[in-house]
């Protein structure tokens, strides 16, 4: 069974940084990606960033130049670095899975192409 456990949210002012980490286990073959998504309150989800197994990323044009996206396979964490974080920036944060393709298989920022979730971590960016 597949897990993934956010951690790393919390409150910053603006212009500060985190970085959220997402542990995931349980996955049966070696081709997957992780996503990163958002959801502020009374808003939809929307996908903040993505990287797969083989190195492929995806960022949002609304974070390009102050988010970026890692992994440690060694320990199977991918973390999202948030830095020059702005009060628009709130709301939970989760990551998702998936299966890719062996090869070519990519990640972007569609929900419905997840199949896994995490609980969600909560970040807080004051003005």
């Known amino acids: 069974e597949v897990q993934l456990v956010e951690s790393g949210g919390g409150l910053v002012q603006a212009g500060g940084s985190l970085r959220l980490s997402c542990v995931a286990s349980?996955?049966?073959?070696?081709?997957?990606?992780i996503g990163w998504f958002r959801q502020a309150p009374g808003k939809e989800r929307e996908g903040v960033s993505c990287?797969?197994?083989?190195?492929?990323?995806y960022l949002a044009n609304s974070v390009e130049g102050r988010f970026t996206i890692s992994s440690d396979d060694a320990q199977n964490t991918v973390f999202l670095h948030l830095n020059s974080l702005r009060p628009e920036d709130t709301g939970v944060y989760y990551c998702?899975?998936?299966?890719?393709?062996?090869?070519?298989?990519?990640?972007?920022?569609?929900?419905?192409?997840?199949?896994?979730w995490g609980q969600g971590t909560q970040v807080t960016v004051s003005s």
């Open positions: 998702a899975g998936k299966y890719i393709a062996a090869g070519w298989g990519t990640c972007g920022p569609a929900t419905y192409e997840y199949d896994w």
């Open positions: 349980g996955f049966s073959f070696d081709d997957y990606a």
């Open positions: 990287i797969t197994t083989d190195g492929k990323t």
